[in-house]
């Protein structure tokens, strides 16, 4: 879908009404990472998505400033950390400048293919790069996915207007 909007529709869009919108959206939160060089990479990321199943095929979306960007673009591979619902903390971490985001408290350890996985996350895909493509401020990666292991019940971590929380299932109706 590549059409444009006809001009008389193209008013300009409130910046502060665009992101409140955006906000309203929750969304599930996992740390993106790999090994450049030797060296562990991350970053937190709301914009993952699944996009295939045949083939296997997962997404998210990087802004063009990250300087995590260009050593994620490097490594042969990345990795998912799907975060678990007490593991705020470590997301603001992956989303924090000027520290090391892997010193302690941070857990993890090396993957078969040598990008880091997360302890305690609900969940591992690692995937090898399909795609790239520059959207707006935004790159889309796709990756295929070569590995996906499922650690825990998946008690998801959500974000939602600003803020990290948890998800609370609807009591199951009963006839
Ligand atoms: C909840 C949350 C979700 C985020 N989602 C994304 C995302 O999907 N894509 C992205 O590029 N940055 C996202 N960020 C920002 C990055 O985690 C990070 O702060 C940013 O990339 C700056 O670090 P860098 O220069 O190391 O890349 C998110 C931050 C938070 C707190």
């Known amino acids: 879908m590549t059409e444009t909007l006809p001009s008389r529709s193209r008013r300009a869009l409130d910046p502060d009404g665009f992101r409140r919108a955006l906000a309203v959206h929750a969304a599930g939160v996992v740390v993106i990472t790999a090994q450049s060089g030797g060296v562990p990479v991350g970053l937190t990321a709301t914009s993952f998505s699944?996009?295939?199943?045949d083939p296997p095929l997962v997404s998210f979306y990087v802004d063009r400033s990250s300087t995590t960007?260009?050593?994620l673009r490097s490594a042969g591979h990345f990795a998912v950390n799907v975060l678990a619902s007490d593991q705020a903390e470590l997301a603001a971490r992956?989303?924090?400048k000027n520290v090391d985001r892997f010193a302690e408290p941070t857990r993890w350890r090396p993957g078969p293919l040598?990008?880091?996985?997360l302890q305690d996350v609900s969940a591992h895909l690692i995937c090898l790069p399909h795609e790239t493509v520059y959207v707006?401020?935004?790159?889309?990666?796709?990756?295929?996915?070569?590995?996906a292991t499922v650690h825990?019940?998946?008690r998801p971590l959500i974000y939602h207007q600003g803020r990290f929380g948890r998800f609370i299932a609807h009591p199951e109706e009963r006839a």
């Open 50 to 53: 699944s996009v295939s199943l």
């Open 136 to 147: 707006g401020d935004h790159i889309l990666v796709v990756g295929q996915v070569a590995e």
């Open 69 to 71: 960007w260009p050593s």
């Open 152 to 154: 825990g019940p998946g």
């Open 114 to 117: 040598g990008a880091p996985l």
């Open 94 to 96: 992956f989303a924090r």
